[in-house]
């Protein structure tokens, strides 16, 4: 389960991921001047925060084309590893819809590097969707962002995920 939190009050992104019937700790990050991913001891995204202002997000079509396609024919969900450990992210551009619901981040990576491209794009959690190629990340996107002042939504979606785990014992 994931959820895209869009914190109006500090003009940043907060993307929390839960796993269903575990309580994974922090163990490792990823970090850039405006992006940090946290991972689990396993390597499984925990959190992804982004602090670049929803108004400086590049408004494209592109983006919108991304989520009418994945409706009609939804990425397959796989198990996405972060490997590396506390090393810098790469250079990043930010893309969004009209209505700035959706957030997707492009990675720069060498491209000689990349070899054939067999990019694929899977869904690791509920409204987040990564697009891997050669085993590199390529991009994130972040569906159905929600607004959130003072963090109640947040608090509210926490106590959902905690309900949820309990009815499950």
Known sequence: MGRGFYQQDENSLLLLIR???EQPRFFNHLESDNLRLETDLKGRLLTLEFSIPREQWAVQDVVSSFVSNSKREL???ADLRFLDFRIPLPSFACETNQDRSILSLTFDHDQSASGSDDARTIKIATQ?????????????TITQIENDRGGKAVDRWREEMLLASRTKE
């Open 19 to 21: 796993y269903p019937e």
């Open 75 to 77: 990425p397959p969900e």
């Open 128 to 140: 987040l969707y990564a697009t891997v190629s050669n085993d590199i990340l390529r991009q994130l």
